[in-house]
């Protein structure tokens, strides 16, 4: 199936119109500390050189039910876990927005002292925005309201797609060197993007 259009499996219950590709427990490679990373299925970015290609189908894998969020929830449970992230596939496609925001919202209400990071292949400015798009973005996905909403429950965003010709090995957290890491509630309070506090580079690393 290509992975233009997603739909729910009938002989299942599905809590949302969304697949998942894969959970990760103890995952330290997608955000600082041990994380539980979450890759949704479904992605129209395309990127040449995208590590998980497999995922752009939303019909990859497996669907979100209510058992899997109760399982990432436990997942989250230990004190050594700093958080979760949420990448793909692309969580800001409209068919994976309802089922994250509901999964954050949980998140939120269970672990508030974990934090929250996302990787899209959005800008944020098309994120946070209501319906216009930066020319250099794909249109704004979904709803504005239920859109803003995940963005809102989010502590860090690394935004943009991954170009192949800025790929840098020095980067920390990204892939190209297009890529942001932000600090999200900071850039809705200042109404702009705002970098993330941290050493997001390497010093003794070379690029390649």
Same mark, same amino acid.
């Given at each position: &199936?290509?992975?233009?259009?997603?739909?729910?499996?009938?002989?299942?219950?599905?809590?949302?119109? &969304?697949?998942?590709?894969?959970?990760?427990?103890?995952?330290?490679?997608n955000g600082p500390g041990? @994380?539980?990373?979450?890759?949704?299925?479904?992605?129209?970015?395309?990127?040449?050189?995208?590590?998980? @290609?497999?995922?752009? $189908?939303?019909?990859?894998? *497996?669907?979100?039910?209510?058992?899997?969020?109760?399982?990432?929830?436990?997942?989250?449970?230990?004190?050594?876990?700093?958080?979760? *992230?949420?990448?793909?596939?692309?969580?800001?496609?409209?068919?994976?927005?309802?089922?994250? #925001?509901?999964?954050?919202?949980?998140?939120?209400? /269970?672990?508030?002292?974990?934090?929250?990071?996302?990787?899209t292949g959005f800008l944020?400015?098309?994120?946070?925005?209501?319906?216009?798009?930066?020319?250099?973005?794909?249109?704004?996905?979904?709803?504005?309201?239920?859109?803003?909403?995940?963005?809102?429950?989010?502590?860090?965003?690394? $935004?943009? @797609?991954?170009?192949? $010709?800025?790929?840098?090995?020095?980067?920390?957290?990204?892939?190209?060197?297009?890529?942001?890491? #932000?600090?999200?509630?900071?850039?809705?309070?200042?109404?702009?993007?705002?970098?993330?506090k941290g050493v997001w580079? @390497?010093? /003794?690393?070379?690029?390649?």
């Amino acid at each position: &199936m290509g992975f233009f259009a997603k739909k729910p499996t009938v002989d299942s219950p599905v809590y949302s119109p &969304m697949n998942i590709a894969t959970i990760k427990k103890n995952d330290i490679a997608n955000g600082p500390g041990v @994380r539980v990373s979450l890759f949704v299925s479904g992605c129209r970015h395309a990127c040449p050189g995208c590590f998980n @290609r497999e995922a752009w $189908d939303f019909d990859y894998g *497996t669907p979100y039910t209510a058992e899997v969020e109760d399982a990432i929830l436990g997942a989250l449970s230990p004190d050594y876990v700093e958080g979760l *992230t949420l990448l793909g596939g692309e969580p800001f496609e409209a068919e994976n927005q309802a089922g994250l #925001l509901a999964l954050c919202r949980r998140v939120r209400e /269970t672990y508030p002292q974990k934090n929250i990071w996302c990787f899209t292949g959005f800008l944020y400015e098309t994120l946070a925005s209501d319906g216009i798009t930066p020319t250099a973005d794909r249109p704004a996905p979904g709803e504005t309201e239920t859109r803003r909403a995940l963005l809102s429950t989010l502590d860090v965003l690394v $935004d943009g @797609r991954f170009e192949a $010709d800025k790929k840098n090995f020095a980067l920390i957290f990204r892939g190209s060197s297009n890529q942001r890491i #932000l600090d999200v509630p900071a850039s809705l309070a200042q109404g702009h993007a705002v970098w993330a506090k941290g050493v997001w580079e @390497r010093e /003794t690393a070379k690029s390649q």
